[in-house]
């Protein structure tokens, strides 16, 4: 049975399946459920799960507790002091998923990956608001969380983040122009004028000291 429309407000398509859809109760198979943010394939679930992994529990980007949330950062952290990850997804509502609310090891582990794509994303769009909207910019630490950057060394870690990305392009320039399969001899001609522009490009980039 192929059907579409709404669950609970969500919009759904492509859903082979059988059993009641609206108490959550329902096998589904190559299934094309669309969350908003990610379309993820299961071979069996319940949708009672993946709603509650994606919809029912995650916080709503702009909504009041999202807003509170970008004001204890803001008041509750001081620059320096560590925001762990666990905080986080606990202020995000993503709860720990527990193995046996799934139905196979294959599911457990598409969920596991749902929900980090979901924590990504909202630590993306808190990342980016709390810069463009508040001024404060949320430094990653590897594996730990993210601190607040200090203001006094805000400038210096933009420009910084500047110079490694300049670098990582001139090096992938590098291998993409001169590792190059024969070519007519008029094209090596305008393909020799285009790496001397980038050598010279290169060269006032490379310049410049930190």
Same mark, same amino acid.
């Given at each position: 049975?192929?059907?579409?429309?709404?669950?609970?407000?969500?919009?759904?398509?492509?859903?082979?399946?059988?059993?009641?859809? =609206?108490?959550?109760?329902?096998?589904?198979?190559? *299934? /094309? &459920?669309?969350? %908003?943010?990610?379309?993820?394939?299961?071979?069996?679930?319940?949708?009672?799960?993946?709603?509650?992994?994606?919809?029912?529990?995650?916080?709503?980007?702009?909504?009041?507790? =999202?807003?509170?949330?970008?004001?204890?950062?803001? *008041? /509750? &952290?001081?620059? %320096?002091?560590?925001?762990?990850?666990?905080?986080?997804?606990?202020?995000?509502?993503?709860?720990?998923?527990?193995?046996?609310?799934?139905?196979?090891?294959?599911?457990?582990?598409?969920?596991?990956?749902?929900?980090?794509?979901?924590?990504?994303?909202?630590?993306?769009?808190?990342?980016?608001?709390?810069?463009?909207?508040?001024?404060?910019?949320?430094?990653?630490?590897?594996?730990?969380?993210?601190?607040?950057?200090?203001?006094?060394?805000?400038?210096?870690?933009?420009?910084?983040?500047?110079?490694?990305?300049?670098?990582?392009?001139?090096?992938?320039?590098?291998?993409?122009?001169?590792?190059?399969?024969?070519?007519?001899?008029?094209?090596?001609?305008?393909?020799?004028?285009?790496?001397?522009?980038?050598?010279?490009?290169?060269?006032?980039?490379?310049?410049?000291?930190?």
């Amino acid at each position: 049975m192929v059907r579409s429309g709404s669950v609970r407000g969500v919009a759904w398509t492509g859903v082979v399946g059988r059993g009641d859809v =609206w108490s959550g109760q329902v096998w589904l198979c190559k *299934s /094309g &459920f669309k969350s %908003g943010l990610a379309e993820w394939r299961f071979e069996s679930a319940t949708a009672t799960i993946i709603f509650n992994i994606l919809i029912m529990k995650q916080i709503e980007i702009n909504s009041e507790a =999202w807003c509170s949330l970008l004001d204890e950062i803001q *008041s /509750g &952290f001081e620059a %320096g002091y560590l925001i762990p990850h666990d905080w986080l997804k606990h202020k995000f509502t993503l709860e720990k998923l527990h193995y046996e609310d799934f139905e196979s090891t294959e599911d457990f582990v598409k969920a596991i990956q749902m929900q980090q794509f979901s924590y990504m994303t909202l630590i993306d769009t808190l990342r980016w608001q709390l810069l463009e909207e508040r001024s404060i910019y949320l430094k990653n630490i590897r594996g730990d969380g993210y601190t607040i950057l200090p203001s006094k060394e805000q400038v210096k870690y933009g420009y910084d983040e500047f110079l490694k990305t300049v670098k990582v392009a001139i090096k992938q320039a590098d291998l993409i122009m001169n590792n190059v399969l024969s070519v007519p001899v008029e094209q090596q001609s305008k393909d020799n004028d285009l790496r001397a522009r980038c050598s010279m490009l290169k060269q006032m980039l490379l310049s410049v000291k930190g």
